[in-house]
């Protein structure tokens, strides 16, 4: 992806993205509810670290649903010969900003579930869904699915 795609990209992101919808409809058809951030924040007028993508109020279980390359994903990408040395300071900042996130969400009681871009394409998406709703029915969190 040239550094022109990558921009357009981000600046074409002004919602949830459609592998982040099909997620989301999957784990409702399954009977979990969620709020978004949005939704999260106009019901008790609070932001939530890092705008998770899926908020499971009563499980205290957050789902952030990670792009690939935006997220620093070494199972798709190796950064280190296919990104100019500012896209890897960028991508390493989003990476840390993630850890630190993950870690005081954590020390507040939420249970953070991280979820690739790659986990939800055709072939792993069903895995990657039954996998989450386990997760949060059983009530234990990692910080990656």
């Known amino acids: 992806m040239s550094p022109d795609q990558r921009r357009k990209a981000m600046q074409s992101n002004r919602g949830r993205t459609r592998p982040e919808r099909r997620l989301a409809s999957a784990l409702w058809r ?80 939420w249970q953070v579930l991280r979820v690739w871009e790659h986990e939800l394409d055709r072939d792993s998406f069903s895995s990657t869904v039954e996998r989450l709703a386990s997760e949060l029915e059983s009530g234990r969190g990692s910080t990656r699915a």
Not at 51 to 61: E, G, K, S, V
């Open 30 to 109: 399954q009977g979990l509810r969620y709020y978004t951030a949005a939704g999260y924040k106009r019901l008790t007028g609070r932001s939530i670290a890092g705008q998770p993508d899926l908020i499971f109020a009563r499980r205290r279980t957050l789902i952030f649903m990670d792009g690939c390359f935006w997220h620093g994903c070494t199972t798709c990408h190796d950064f280190e010969s296919s990104c100019s040395e500012s896209w890897c300071r960028k991508i390493a900042r989003t990476v840390e900003r993630d850890a630190q996130n993950t870690e005081a969400l954590g020390r507040n009681g």
